[in-house]
């Protein structure tokens, strides 16, 4: 189980859609509740050139 299901779990947002996302920057894969990946940035590097992995 992935540490931000688990915080969402602990603080009752369980039921939010998680989106998997991969940073062209720095190849960091992420998970977001975010849909939009216009709203997205890399947690490890700030950027916002990101992808969405189905």
Do not use: L, W
């Amino acid at each position: 189980m992935s540490i931000i299901r688990q915080v969402k779990q602990a603080i009752g947002m369980e039921g939010e859609t998680e989106h998997t996302y991969s940073c062209r920057d720095c190849q960091r894969t992420f998970e977001s509740t975010e849909a939009s990946m216009a709203n997205v940035a890399c947690p490890e590097c700030g950027g916002h050139n990101v992808r969405q992995i189905v």
